[in-house]
């Protein structure tokens, strides 16, 4: 092996080798290097003035190792690491983990940025190639569109994307963003909208081909206490509430068990009924309610909601299939 001559080059090797969780005594990590052992003891020396908590242990099997210290010093992967840890932050920032998600994309984004073409294309493609098995069937968010994203707030660059509006239209953006916010499922980009001069917010499943223009900006100041505050205040405006009155078939007190908190108002009518006063951000999510609780009900109010309810019932009908005494339905 040919002597390691290049010190920065030779330092990055030896905390490389110092990362693998074992004693390396001096005499091995000369040998990996091909310098003497007094070179090590220079280098060690050199990464402890660095920072880094390189600690000596004596003894026949003693040696280096590195240590936690008050700050965690750069990861050197190998091409396998570097693969796994992407795919992993990407699991992580699409499957909305409490807690973790927008650390996962800030991390997934840095790491994007330094991986080489080849191991972009692994991860692209094992990424493809794997599922989650959970149980939700809504929009997902494509992570390379998140780093993106995340790259642009993190670096304070403004951004130009497509976007789908909620009636369907299209548009192309310029923002200055600001954070990018996980709710449940669904992530929305923060952002200072410089054509309509104004603050928005962006369901990223709807953004499109999103380019840093590499124009930087100074950020401004959010209305709002935090970009999680301002989130959900504005989606509080955009959702219209349902509001549905049900008489239930089951005495009250049963009911008031079944419903629990999700209750606005519960009145008894007799020992066999009550009243249901409930609301809800969508007609499919009270008729599934009501459908659920077990007891005939009459819907009172809106007169849209039953409509909605007739049609629910008639596509579970045909979905269930012939019983005893039904024909089968004729396919035309």
Same mark, same amino acid.
């Given at each position: $092996?040919?002597?390691?001559?290049?010190?920065?080059?030779?330092?990055? &090797?030896? #905390?490389?080798?110092? +990362?693998?969780?074992?004693?390396?005594?001096?005499?091995?990590?000369?040998?990996?290097?091909?310098?003497?052992?007094?070179?090590?003891?220079?280098?060690?020396?050199?990464?402890?003035?660095?920072?880094?908590?390189?600690?000596?242990?004596?003894?026949?099997?003693?040696?280096?190792?590195?240590?936690?210290?008050?700050?965690?010093?750069?990861? #050197? #992967?190998?091409?396998?690491?570097?693969?796994?840890?992407?795919?992993? #932050?990407?699991?992580?920032?699409? &499957?909305?983990?409490?807690?973790?998600?927008?650390?996962?994309?800030?991390?997934? @984004? =840095?790491?994007?940025?330094?991986?080489? !073409?080849?191991?972009?294309?692994?991860?692209?493609?094992?990424?493809?190639?794997?599922?989650?098995?959970?149980?939700?069937?809504?929009?997902?968010?494509?992570?390379?569109?998140?780093?993106?994203?995340? !790259?642009?707030?993190?670096?304070? /660059?403004?951004?130009?994307?497509?976007?789908?509006?909620?009636?369907? *239209?299209?548009?192309?953006?310029?923002?200055?963003?600001?954070?990018?916010?996980?709710?449940?499922?669904?992530?929305?980009?923060?952002?200072?909208? /410089?054509?309509?001069?104004?603050?928005?917010?962006?369901?990223?499943?709807?953004?499109? %081909?999103? =380019?840093?223009?590499?124009?930087?900006?100074?950020?401004?100041?959010?209305?709002?206490? %935090?970009?999680?505050?301002?989130?959900?205040? =504005?989606?509080?405006? $955009? +959702?219209?509430?349902?509001?549905?009155? *049900?008489?239930?078939?089951?005495?009250?007190?049963?009911?008031?068990?079944?419903?629990?908190?999700?209750?606005?108002?519960?009145?008894?009518? %007799?020992?066999?009924?009550?009243?249901?006063?409930?609301? @809800?951000?969508? $007609?499919?999510?009270?008729?599934?309610?009501?459908? $659920?609780?077990?007891?005939?009900?009459?819907?009172?109010?809106?007169?849209?909601?039953?409509?909605?309810?007739?049609?629910?019932?008639?596509?579970?009908?045909?979905?269930?299939?012939?019983?005893?005494?039904?024909?089968?339905?004729?396919?035309?």
């Amino acid at each position: $092996m040919e002597p390691m001559t290049d010190t920065p080059a030779r330092l990055l &090797n030896l #905390l490389s080798l110092l +990362q693998t969780p074992r004693e390396w005594p001096g005499s091995e990590l000369a040998g990996r290097l091909a310098v003497s052992p007094r070179t090590i003891r220079r280098d060690i020396d050199r990464l402890r003035g660095l920072g880094y908590p390189v600690e000596a242990t004596m003894g026949p099997i003693g040696g280096y190792r590195l240590v936690a210290g008050t700050a965690m010093p750069p990861l #050197l #992967l190998d091409d396998e690491e570097a693969v796994a840890i992407a795919v992993g #932050l990407r699991s992580a920032a699409g &499957n909305a983990v409490g807690g973790i998600e927008e650390a996962s994309v800030r991390a997934l @984004a =840095k790491l994007q940025q330094v991986l080489p !073409s080849r191991l972009r294309h692994r991860v692209g493609s094992l990424s493809a190639a794997t599922v989650s098995l959970t149980g939700w069937s809504g929009p997902t968010v494509d992570p390379e569109v998140l780093t993106v994203l995340a !790259s642009g707030t993190a670096g304070h /660059e403004k951004l130009r994307f497509g976007y789908r509006a909620a009636d369907r *239209a299209e548009s192309r953006r310029l923002v200055e963003p600001y954070r990018l916010v996980s709710s449940g499922r669904r992530w929305y980009l923060v952002a200072y909208d /410089e054509d309509r001069a104004d603050w928005r917010i962006f369901r990223v499943d709807r953004i499109t %081909d999103p =380019k840093l223009t590499g124009a930087r900006f100074t950020p401004r100041e959010l209305p709002a206490a %935090d970009a999680a505050e301002y989130v959900s205040r =504005k989606l509080s405006g $955009m +959702q219209t509430a349902v509001q549905a009155v *049900a008489v239930l078939h089951a005495p009250a007190d049963r009911m008031a068990i079944r419903l629990g908190s999700s209750v606005e108002r519960l009145e008894p009518i %007799d020992e066999h009924s009550c009243l249901l006063y409930s609301r @809800a951000d969508s $007609m499919e999510w009270l008729a599934v309610r009501l459908a $659920m609780l077990g007891c005939e009900f009459e819907v009172r109010e809106p007169p849209e909601l039953a409509v909605y309810l007739a049609a629910l019932g008639a596509r579970v009908t045909r979905a269930a299939g012939p019983g005893p005494g039904r024909a089968p339905r004729q396919r035309s």
